[in-house]
Each structure stands twice: as structure tokens, then as C-alpha cells.
């Protein structure tokens, strides 16, 4: 068996690339030959808002990475495509977050299919962006017509492939898996002092890049809830800004709540990951639109309650009242979840349920997966 993965890889940085590499690291535990190929270049500069495209992380250890694809080259798109239709490979998987990508993605696995032996399997992260524009629209469909089949990651995400593919090819509902290469649960004080927090107070935690449909101002706005005034409470907002930060400092100014807010405006890197969530209470995400969400999954690998809003595939990930809080994307509510936390001790009883949790969501069920997906289209 030999695949080939298509993707965002090291040395790019960011949650697709970092599931396209422990994909691979799977493969490569289950003595599956793969080999990623990856972008020479992935954005052009001009449609790239944050500070660089590429981590500083060394590249994964046992595997064959290529970087290969310029995004807005079409004769690499060709080139590349016909060095992997050489090697045939059984599988080789399409990883797919954006139109953007649709046409590269269309044009290689037309090629690649010629040599009658690969089979290409798209692997959705979402099908349709949070934003969508008409040419959303108007590039998804040259994606799905050329792939074999699917695996999504949220039942919102298929439903979106569905509704784009009319031949009703074979695809899957497989969930996030963990992202579990961000090192171990550790004791909170210590991720404290490591990032020079003061123990006195508690901490809810924003994760990630900060963008308009990930409702940041609408934690902010429920922080300045006066429910929340008896509790030691500070918000840690970590994540580099998408989109410019001053309307969101100055709504910090306004609802008066700089002395509970602490911002780390910067692109985290891979080891400072487990003490952002170490020192966690309670991993909030008040999205006011979601296919599924990484974040979640190293809230889950790093066993935190999460407070999530009922958006997209959110809801399928967190059972409320089991593992956090699924609520309204209203301030008043993401206050009152946060209130009921504190108020009724419900940190171990939810991180005694995510230690059961998840076990859904191991990376053998999502190779599981796609192998049961090959078997139908082989």
C-alpha cells in the first residue's frame, strides 16, 4: 500500500498542516508507505494576513516530504502531478480547506487518475469557507467532480459535499482526531510560571487566529458581565490578529475590562502550545460560524472543559453538560455557562468525562476510515 498525501505540510505552519503531518506520522505507525507533497508556494503574500506562512519547528522524523506546488503556477500543478501518477500510488488524499486550492487540486488528480491504478479521496476540512464569495461557488464543484471520494470532518462539512456532488460518490463522516504532538498534561501552577501568570487567579483561555467569525468580541463582551465581577477570573486571548486588533483594544477599553484580559498577539509556536492550555481552567470558543474547529481537539488532548457556541459542528464534539457547554452565540449566555462553571465546581466532573470522551477521536479511527473508503472505490 503506498498513498500520497496533498497538502499544507512542514514547513508551512497552522492546524491543516499540522493534521496533514500526524496523518502521515499515522500511516508511517501503521507501516503504510506515504509521502507528502506540499507547496512551494501556498499563499501569495497578498492574500496571507498574518506575520510569516512557515514554522521554525523541525520536520517530522520518517517521512518524505516534497515541496513541489506553486498555488498560482499551473505548470507545477501539471509537473508534480505526473511525477506522482508515475509512482502509482494506491491512494493519494487531497487535503481541502479552500476554493482557493479547488483548481490545483482538480487539474492534478485528472492527471494522476490516468494511470488507472490511484484513487483520490478528498479529505474536507471545510467545503465551504466561513466567508464565501460567489467564487466559492463557483471552484468547489471542479474539486468534487475530480475526486473518488470523501472523508469530512463534520457532519456539516458532508452535508456541504453532498450537496455539491450529484453522482453520490462514497464519503464519511470521520471526526477530528486529537491533536496530541503538542506535548503532555502538566500541572497547572508550573504552566503558570511559565508563562509568568499569576496563580492567584483563574484562567479561561481564546486559542488560536483571531478572525471576525470567531466571535472574540462576543467573549469580550461577556467578560464584562457583572456576574463574573466575585470571581478571580482573567481571559487569556492567544493567537496572532487575521484582521486588525484596535476595534477589539478598544472594546476592551470601553466595556472597562483590561485589569481581566490579557492578550498574546502572536502566532503561538508548537512548544508553547501546552502551557496555554495547561494553566487552563476552560477553553472557550464563542464562534459565530463553524464546520469543526482544531482547537477543540487539543482542548480534548489536554483534558480542559470547553465552552463552545451552537454553531456548525461544535455541538457534535462537545456533549453539553458532559464535557462543557454547548450555548447561544450571546454574550449574556457565554457569561451565564461561565457563572454556572465556577459557581457549581464542574471542572474535575467534566475532565472525568473527556478522559472517556476521547478515545473517540484517535487518529486509527480516521485512517480506518479512509482505508474502508479505498476498499469501496479501488
Known sequence: MKIIIVGPSHPYRGGIAAFTDRLAAEFVAENVDVELYTFTLQYPSILFPGKTQYSDAPAPNDISIFRRINSINPLTWIKTAKEIKTKNPDIVIFAYWMSFFAS?????AKIIKKNKVSRCIGLVHNMMPHEQSIL???????????????????????????????????????????YDHYGDKEDKVMAMNSLYMDNNYNYLLFFGLIREY???????????????????????????FYEKKEPYLKMIDDLDIND???????????????????????????????TQSGVTQIAYHFEKPMLVTDVGGLREIVPNGKVGYVVEAEPSKIA???????????????????????????????????MKLYNEIK
Open 214 to 240: 470567531k466571535g472574540l468580541d462576543l467573549l469580550l463582551k461577556a467578560m464584562s458581565d457583572k456576574r463574573l465581577d466575585k470571581y478571580p477570573l482573567k481571559l487569556i486571548v492567544a493567537g496572532e
Open 260 to 290: 481581566k484580559v490579557i492578550i498574546c498577539d502572536k502566532y503561538i509556536p508548537d512548544e508553547e502550545v501546552k502551557n496555554f492550555f495547561n494553566l487552563a481552567d476552560m477553553v472557550v470558543q464563542p464562534y459565530k460560524s463553524a
Open 136 to 178: 466559492d461557488r463557483l471552484f468547489s464543484p471542479h474539486f468534487v467532480k475530480r475526486m473518488d471520494a470523501f472523508v469530512a470532518l463534520s457532519k456539516s462539512v458532508l452535508a456541504d459535499v453532498s450537496r455539491l456532488d450529484n453522482k453520490s460518490k462514497p464519503k464519511y463522516f470521520s471526526p477530528h482526531p486529537l
Open 336 to 370: 451565564g455557562a461561565i457563572c454556572d462553571f465556577y459557581d457549581n465546581e464542574r471542572i474535575e466532573y467534566f475532565e472525568s468525562n473527556i478522559i472517556e470522551e476521547k478515545k473517540k477521536y484517535e487518529w486509527s479511527k480516521m485512517t480506518e476510515t479512509i
Open 104 to 108: 490545483c487540486y482538480a487539474k492534478m
